[in-house]
C-alpha cells in the first residue's frame, strides 16, 4: 500500500506561483510513474501532469505548458509540481496519483494510489 500526502497548496493571486509536494513514508515510489490531477468546482476530475519513474519523459496538458513544471527527487520519495503564472482557471484540488509502472499515462484510471488532495485557491 502506498500512501501519498500532498503539501503546498494555498490562495495565491494572479500571476503568483505555488510548488505543490507529494510523498510518501509507506514505500518507495521510485519505480513508478507520477501524475497531478485536478478538481475544479463543479467539474470532473482533470488531467495536469505526469513524469514517469526515471523522470526522462514528461508529459502536460496544453493549457499548462510552459507554466508548469512537474519534477521529482526518487532519493526523497517526492514528486513536485511548480506552478507559475496561475490563473483563476487553475483553482482546484490538486492530486498525486501513482501509478504501478515505468511509464506516464492521462488517464485517472490507469493510476493505483492517490493523495487526499490540496487545494489551490488563484484569486484575480
Known amino acids: 500500500q502506498v500512501q501519498l500526502v500532498e503539501s503546498g497548496g494555498g490562495l495565491v493571486q494572479v500571476g503568483g506561483s505555488l510548488n505543490l509536494s507529494c510523498t510518501t513514508s509507506?514505500?518507495?515510489?521510485?519505480?513508478?510513474?507520477m501524475g497531478w490531477f485536478r478538481r475544479a468546482p463543479g467539474k470532473e476530475r482533470d488531467f495536469v501532469a505526469a513524469?514517469?519513474?526515471?523522470?526522462?519523459?514528461?508529459d502536460y496538458i496544453d493549457s499548462v505548458k510552459g507554466r508548469f513544471t512537474i519534477s521529482r527527487d526518487n532519493a526523497k520519495n517526492t514528486v513536485y509540481l511548480q506552478m507559475n503564472s496561475l490563473t483563476p482557471e487553475d483553482t482546484a484540488v490538486y492530486y498525486c496519483?501513482?501509478?504501478?509502472?515505468?511509464?506516464?499515462?492521462?488517464?485517472?484510471?490507469?493510476?493505483?494510489?492517490w493523495g487526499q488532495g490540496t487545494q489551490v485557491t488563484v484569486s484575480s
Open positions: 513524469i514517469s519513474w526515471n523522470g526522462a519523459s514528461t
Open positions: 509507506t514505500r518507495t515510489i521510485s519505480n513508478y510513474a
Open positions: 496519483a501513482a501509478r504501478v509502472t515505468w511509464y506516464t499515462s492521462r488517464e485517472g484510471y490507469e493510476y493505483n494510489y
